[in-house]
């Protein structure tokens, strides 16, 4: 899917540019340093066993131990840069410096805090709402959307334990409509975690119905092969009543009002091999409320001129870990990274932060969330 060098290449060549950070920082810390004249062996020893421990606490480059090494030479680095202009600068700030950064014990405390930080961030669940306005027919004059999107239950922010909070928090929103944009589960998902959440989502009602798009991670195998299958995915979202959607626009009514589903298959799953939004809306926009659903947010300018009102997305996690969702924006690499974005005059696109974590219970950027859109019937 991403390439033998993304992924696994280029984590080898990131650990080895921390590593190489780590191990001049570790000179410097004070029970280290104080071998330097004599002690060399200990001098240049004690660092070694010291990365030696911190690599082999990351040496999953998709763990949490990365995410330590990697906030940890982050801060190394920012104090090393700080240092360095507080000594060219002269005066006392330089040796004030010093004592406070306590010769790089200072990012482990930094780097310890964060990552307890980002603990119950990640566990958080929040609930946003975004109010829009259409001049469309909508069922009573309103529509409520719920999302639910990269839930990859397990060794993220939710696993079994939380679904009576999930069963019970979305049942108190009661939605018009269920709508699932994509990684709900991934290689790392246990067949028990497989069921118990279908189970859950064949108790979720929704008048209007559920509706599932295929994220890049339901079915492919990036790192593992998972403990399920197409088939089951879809016996499972059959019994539950949930339609998936792949590449097809389907038309539903509430209460005499018709709305327009229409699910696009992953762009990252199937390469690009898609049909284009003009392909799936043919007939371009018309006077039916229509809410397209796609796993990465891109191709949103021509969804709004296909006639899309509402796009909803996800994959992005907001980021999830400072400073993925940095390097996103600055590269646009998806076209939202988190929120919502007026795409053109009467369409809305949506991207959420994931109502799940990927791969361990850390979150610095973006949030854990529901994600609901209350739209109104003006005119």
């Not at 920012?78 to 200072?106: S, T």
């Not at 309103?142 to 239950?153: A, E, G, K, M, T």
């Amino acid at each position: 899917m991403y390439g033998h060098f993304v992924q696994f290449t280029f984590p080898k060549i990131g650990q080895a540019v921390v590593a190489v950070v780590l191990y001049l920082n570790f000179l410097r810390l004070p029970f280290v340093a104080c071998f330097a004249d004599g002690a060399p062996l200990l001098y240049l020893g004690l660092p070694l066993v010291l990365l030696g421990l911190v690599s082999w606490i990351g040496r999953d480059p998709l763990g949490p131990g990365m995410i330590f090494n990697a906030h940890l030479m982050g801060f190394y680095l920012a104090g090393d840069l700080l240092g360095l202009l507080m000594r060219l600068a002269g005066g006392r700030g330089y040796a004030v410096w010093q004592a406070v950064w306590m010769g790089g014990l200072l990012a482990w405390l930094a780097t310890a805090a964060m990552m307890v930080w980002g603990y119950f961030r990640a566990i958080r669940l929040r609930t946003t709402t975004y109010h829009l306005t259409t001049q469309k027919p909508l069922p009573g004059g309103r529509l409520r959307v719920v999302q639910i999107s990269d839930l990859h239950p397990g060794t993220g922010a939710i696993d079994r334990s939380r679904i009576p909070e999930l069963e019970r928090r979305i049942g108190e929103l009661h939605p018009d409509l269920l709508v699932f944009t994509g990684d709900l589960y991934d290689e790392y998902v246990t067949r028990e975690n497989f069921d118990a959440f279908n189970a859950l989502f064949a108790r979720l009602q929704a008048r209007g119905g559920k509706w599932f798009v295929y994220g890049n991670h339901d079915l492919f195998h990036h790192w593992k092969e998972p403990s399920y299958g197409r088939t089951d995915v879809e016996t499972a979202f059959a019994a539950a009543g949930i339609r998936v959607l792949e590449d097809v626009a389907v038309e539903t009514t509430i209460d005499a009002a018709p709305v327009r589903i229409v699910g696009r298959k992953d762009w990252l799953y199937t390469q690009g091999r898609r049909f284009s939004p003009g392909e799936l809306l043919p007939g371009g926009p018309d006077g039916v409320y229509t809410i397209l659903l796609d796993h990465e947010p891109r191709e949103l300018k021509a969804d709004a001129a296909a006639g899309a009102d509402l796009i909803l997305s996800g994959h992005t996690h907001g980021g999830q870990v400072w400073p993925a969702g940095l390097v996103a924006r600055l590269f646009r690499y998806n076209e939202l990274n988190y929120g919502a974005k007026t795409v053109a005059p009467g369409c809305t696109a949506i991207v959420s932060g994931g109502t799940g974590t990927w791969g361990y219970k850390i979150r610095t950027e973006g949030r854990t969330e529901l994600v609901v859109v209350d739209v109104e019937q003006k005119g």
